[in-house]
């Protein structure tokens, strides 16, 4: 059985990106289209069929932009032995339907007319292609993409982004780094093609040891640590689609939670000691979630008032928590009282 919080889209078009990655043309149901906005870099949590005990939830960014009012598309990248994104490139048909949690993440940029230093590797081009889409279509900022791949018959979006460059040349800048031709990427030459973008705000995305290189290249450059981004693709070890767990217990102290989620204000109780998400979805508020367990941030949202105490938190950087966010699978009441906006 499938909890309310999840959703059905249709599987409207499949593509070969390249031998190893399909891109996903995604529908909702009539009158779910509204569940399904989202901000260029976020990402949907997928139920991949299996038989497996604990489910098969995969995560995939959007690699559409909401601005460019083109269908909602993910695009997924064989991992060697990988379950899920082989499940997805070899089993998937048109017409199928797919069950997912709402788009979530804050991989996105605070604003469209800001210049960017984009930096992905493989399949990390995904929320790139969302966010430079955006950016050229409907902001004024300046992109510069720098991209790594194996070699040239891997490159994802090659001619899409060939095409982009054509149509922006003084705003988009291009870089392609190919391990066939320069080897894997050196901190060296990094630090050489992120100094002229040292002063943007950056984005990172790809396998783990190059995204360890791009921050140590990044810091040799002279960006601010701040000023990066992060986002880390993993598996999820948890079930976000299993059915939630028993009702939380109400009988001692708890707080009021004043949640505003999309322009609406609901009034949830919270025993102290519970995380805030638990009792937003138990109250009926269809709060945005994905890991819970602290890992992927999609369940982000703004204390406006009150103190919560994170019991785990691997993905918000310090100045998010200076910002006043916080992830509600993670955050218990310290207050009686508080004020919550996944809004701002
Ligand atoms: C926010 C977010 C966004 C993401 N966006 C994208 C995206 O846009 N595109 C994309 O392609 N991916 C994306 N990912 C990654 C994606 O969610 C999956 O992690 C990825 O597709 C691999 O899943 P899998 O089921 O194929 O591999 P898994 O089954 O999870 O396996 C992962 C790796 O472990 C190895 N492995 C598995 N089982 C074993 C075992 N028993 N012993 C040893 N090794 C094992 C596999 O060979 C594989 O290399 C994203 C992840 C996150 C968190
Ligand atoms: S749902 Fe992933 S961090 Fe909260």
Redesign the pocket.
């Known amino acids: 059985m499938s909890v309310t919080h999840s959703y059905k889209l249709r599987v409207a078009a499949i593509r070969a990106e390249t031998e190893d990655a399909r891109s996903i043309v995604l529908e909702p149901e009539e009158g779910d289209a509204e569940r399904f906005s989202y901000r260029p870099g976020q990402?949907l949590t997928i139920n991949?069929p299996t038989d497996r005990e604990g489910g098969?939830a995969?995560?995939?960014?959007l690699?559409s932009s909401p601005l460019l009012r083109e269908p909602m598309q993910?695009?997924?990248?064989r991992?060697?032995?990988?379950?899920?994104?082989?499940w997805l490139c070899d089993n998937l048909n048109v017409g199928d339907e797919l069950e997912v949690l709402r788009p979530s993440?804050m991989f996105t940029p605070s604003s469209l007319d800001a210049d960017l230093l984009l930096v992905a590797a493989g399949?990390g081009i995904?929320?790139m292609m969302s966010i430079l889409k955006s950016v050229l279509h409907g902001g004024t900022g300046r992109v510069a993409l720098i991209y790594a791949n194996r070699d040239e018959q891997s490159v994802i979006f090659g001619e899409e982004l060939l095409a982009l460059q054509g149509k922006h040349p003084d705003r988009l800048h291009t870089v392609h780094l190919l391990e066939s031709v320069q080897g894997l990427p050196s901190m060296e030459l990094l630090r050489e093609h992120l100094r002229p973008y040292r002063d943007r705000e950056m984005y990172v995305c790809g396998p783990q040891p190059y995204m360890a290189a791009v921050t140590a290249a990044a810091a040799a450059a002279g960006v601010a640590a701040e000023r990066v981004r992060q986002?880390?693709?993993?598996?999820l070890d948890t079930d976000p689609f299993a059915e939630p767990r028993s009702a939380l217990d109400h009988s001692g102290p708890s707080a009021t939670v004043e949640v505003q989620l999309e322009g609406e204000t609901q009034t949830v109780s919270c025993p102290k000691g519970e995380r805030m998400l638990d009792a937003f979805l138990e109250a009926g508020v269809d709060a945005p979630f994905s890991c819970r367990e602290g890992n992927?941030s999609a369940c982000a949202c703004f204390v406006l008032e009150g103190e919560v105490e994170m019991l785990r938190n691997e993905v918000l950087e310090p100045e998010d928590l200076a910002d006043g966010i916080v992830l509600a699978c993670q955050s218990v009441p310290l207050s009686d009282h508080l004020r919550v906006s996944y809004d701002e």
């Open positions: 990402f991949v098969a995969r995560c995939y960014s690699s993910v695009t997924v990248k991992t060697g032995e990988g379950y899920g994104s082989n993440g399949s995904t929320p986002e880390k693709f993993f598996s992927c």
